[in-house]
């Protein structure tokens, strides 16, 4: 449950830009219900700048937008959970290999053949940060 809280805030902090740039009333009421406090962690300029070059601004802002067409949260979810874990992986290979290889096992089996190559883009030290404050939080949080 914690790692699940971890890789879906990770995801929604990687989507920050996209999040942020979002103005129309509709997708900004569903970020807020589907993302609780993981919106407002994106909306955090503290946390992260979310400063991004154009193109992958644009990809960000496209992919939140597919999402938010679908009729419910899950296609959200599942973006920002890829993105997340992808952020997670990324950061973990040099910090802690374990816990790269552990956030691969915890992947259900049909996404290990099928994940997409995806390239990290949160600076290493939000990404430090985030998982702190999570490996602090009690258990039943």
């Not at 496209?62 to 959970?81: C, H, K, N, S, T």
């Not at 290990?112 to 490996?135: C, I, K, M, Q, S």
Request: charge should be neutral.
């Amino acid at each position: 449950a914690r790692m699940a809280r971890l890789v879906r805030d990770l995801g929604a902090l990687a989507y920050a830009p996209a999040i942020r740039a979002e103005v129309r009333r509709e997708p900004v009421r569903r970020l807020k219900v589907a993302l609780d406090n993981s919106y407002l962690l994106a909306l955090d300029s503290l946390v992260w700048d979310g400063k991004v070059q154009a193109n992958l601004g644009a990809q960000l802002a496209a992919e939140i937008d597919q999402a938010l067409r679908a009729g419910d949260d899950q296609p959200l979810f599942d973006l920002l959970d890829r993105r997340g874990r992808a952020e997670l992986r990324l950061w973990a290979e040099r910090r802690d290999p374990g816990l790269a290889d552990w956030s691969r096992l915890l992947l259900p089996r049909e996404l290990h053949d099928n994940a997409p190559t995806l390239f990290a883009h949160l600076p290493p030290e939000v990404v430090e940060r985030l998982y702190t404050h999570h490996g602090a939080r009690p258990l039943t949080a």
